[in-house]
């Protein structure tokens, strides 16, 4: 009798306890003031009624909590500056960058956008990289919009900020500024919006892509964070999320829970005929398949998978080498292969490597922006990289003569030959510089049931031979990985 009055007892304080929890959340969800601006298709004005498909996705998220709070229409920067200095504030669409990952508190992503260079139609600008445009006179950008932030993380001190997009469209047809980065959503809308001509303007280069979230001031409870979170995974799982999607945006890729990506990185990684495939992706698709899981696996460049691979939560990036400077800032599913990393010369250069300090005192040698040889060799002393973007460069670079070696794996680099119009035939290797596995990488932030259900799952596909059966389809004179 005595314990049964115990455990009334605390059923009835833990009863009165989420009581509480619930009153506190229902008199912070008063409080809450929530903003957005004109971005459409994301958010606008539409027969007087405030719409779009982030707009319908905040109030779908207030239906489902029976909650009848009204959406404020303000100019970003000023929202912006509300969401930094006050509570019980709400902006939505809101770039997850690293500069603001500590400032607010985040529930999404509830859509994305590629942001590019973009210059007037007469510009006669030829950037082949992002280093190209640092050397440009003049770029406009918008005030506290995140790719602002970006470009200053990267390094851009030739940036002059104007207050709308209106100026800065002026100021490219009249020249007085040389480019303006924004994303593809915001180009079309305000040119369409202000009445220009869709050929006024044009892309110069790929800068980054983004995802968009519902900010909240950092002083929001866990609590209601977790709530509004919960209810957007929900209509990501029952389909309401995609359908409203799909109305505002059909040509895009909806976020999932998970965010997945991949490169173009064959015969690892790669896109033919539109289908994304090759042995890392059909190692993803296996474990997406036996988790039900959804397949909305992304390609991207490598740097830009990377870079939102460290900021945004629940993210999936595959295939990434597992090493020591990598190591703490990200989970890692695997191994899922192995390889060797090699430096190569032009065949017939006569160049002679048996160390890295024989490397560090030739001429050029060609890296790939973000990959895991680049940063080996920065953190290692090397003063005499060339950085680009795409690997099939590197290869032009060395077969052309620009650069005395490049650095590739064994897997990808007859592939990669290829691609830019070469044959491995053409190079040779001169050095190895290293080998190691190669794994699935899950972001810091995502839940631990996440990692620990990809793991368990991916340990069933190699012990039941699924991986070595993929293995001998798509790297048969590869070193097969030891489970660890």
Known sequence: MKKLMIVVFMCMLMGSVLTELNADISKEMDALQIYTEEFPPLNLMQDGQLTGQATEVVQEILKRMDINKDITLLLWSDAYQKLVNEPNIVLFSTSLISERKDLFKWVGPISSVENYFYT?????????????????????????????????????????????????????????????????????????????????FKKAIFITSELEYIAFSESTSDEMIQTWQKHLDNMKDDGTFNAIFKKWLPNEIPPGILQIYTEDYPPLTFQENGEISGFGTEVVREILARLDIPDNIRISSWENGYHLCLVNPNFVLFTMKRTPLREKLFNWIGPIGSNRTIFYAKKGSDIKISSMEDAKKVGKIATCSAWFSEQDLENAGFTNLVSSPNPTENVRQLVEGEVDLSIFTDITIPEIAKQAGYSIDDLEPVFTVSSGDFYIAISKGTPEHVIDEWQQVFNEIYEDGTLENLYEEWLPSSKFPELK
């Open 120 to 200: 007037s139609k007469d510009c006669t600008l030829n950037l082949k990289t992002l280093d190209d445009a640092k050397k440009v006179l003049k770029i406009a950008t918008l005030k506290d919009y995140a790719i602002t932030g970006i470009l200053k993380e990267k390094g851009f001190t030739n940036l002059i900020e104007y207050n709308t997009i209106q100026e800065i469209f002026t100021a490219l047809m009249n020249g007085e500024v040389n480019l303006f980065p924004c994303s593809n959503l915001v180009m079309n809308s305000q040119q369409k919006k202000l009445g220009i001509a869709p050929d006024e």
